[in-house]
T-cell receptor, first 108, second 118 residues
Framework: GQNIDQPTEMTATEGAIVQINCTYQ??????LFWYQQHAGEAPTFLSY????GLEEKGRFSSFLSRSKGYSYLLLKELQMKDSASYLC?????????FGAGTRLFVKA | DTGVSQDPRHKITKRGQNVTFRCDPI?????LYWYRQTLGQGPEFLTY????????KSRLLSDRFSAERPKGSFSTLEIQRTEQGDSAMYLC????????????????FGEGSRLTVL
């Protein structure tokens, strides 16, 4: 079967660092993605990991451990505009499967 | 090309009616996907096209759902005899194929078509 788990909600303070975890069990694996989705909008691409390790892109970093079926998204220097849902997604074969998303609330 | 476009953005219909959504992908993308998303959930895979060929269809998709991509460009998703449980956001996404040389697997989403079935 295919399963992607991530926390439902998280709250963090402006300027802080937050880590959103994702575990997955899928029948195929070509890569792991993180997408950001603001309420009422389409998902937008944040990061892509295909090999183990850390990928850094500005305030966002994503880590992957394929042997553990585990990834995390790290957001630094949180801003109010980072309040959104963060979707962990795994691509296997032709299709991309999404987790339910983690709603992040950034408070002042 | 400004991105993936979907039409209509909103559709309200009565139970039992048929509805059709259209998606125009980014022109150089030969992969096209349809997803369905309900409140508080991630996008749920419905079907996938490589050019005009429909290569995979979710087992969750009933026979009331059909999708086409007749010339490998735009796609339509039709829902027949709509039910209240069909109320959702229908998202279209496109991407490059793995043979393009610029493949990253990134999906480019349209703004979605929100369906409300009364």
């Amino acid at each position: 079967g295919q399963n992607i788990d991530q926390p439902t909600e998280m709250t963090a303070t402006e300027g802080a660092i937050v880590q959103i975890n994702c575990t997955y069990q899928t029948s195929g694996f070509n890569g792991l993605f993180w997408y950001q989705q603001h309420a009422g909008e389409a998902p937008t691409f944040l990061s892509y990991n295909v090999l183990d390790g850390l990928e850094e892109k500005g305030r966002f970093s994503s880590f992957l451990s394929r042997s553990k079926g585990y990834s995390y998204l790290l957001l630094k220097e949180l801003q109010m505009k980072d309040s959104a849902s963060y979707l962990c997604a795994v691509t296997g074969g032709f299709k991309t499967i999404f987790g339910a998303g983690t709603r992040l609330f950034v408070k002042a | 090309d400004t991105g993936v476009s979907q039409d209509p953005r909103h559709k309200i219909t009565k139970r039992g009616q048929n509805v059709t959504f259209r998606c125009d992908p980014i022109s150089e993308h030969n992969r096209l996907y349809w997803y369905r998303q309900t409140l508080g959930q991630g996008p749920e895979f419905l079907t996938y096209f490589q050019n005009e060929a429909q290569l995979e269809k979710s087992r969750l998709l009933s026979d009331r759902f059909s999708a086409e991509r007749p010339k490998g460009s735009f796609s339509t998703l039709e829902i027949q005899r709509t039910e209240q449980g069909d109320s959702a956001m229908y998202l279209c996404a496109s991407s490059l194929s793995i043979t393009s040389g610029r493949y990253t697997g990134e999906l480019f989403f349209g703004e979605g078509s929100r369906l409300t079935v009364l």
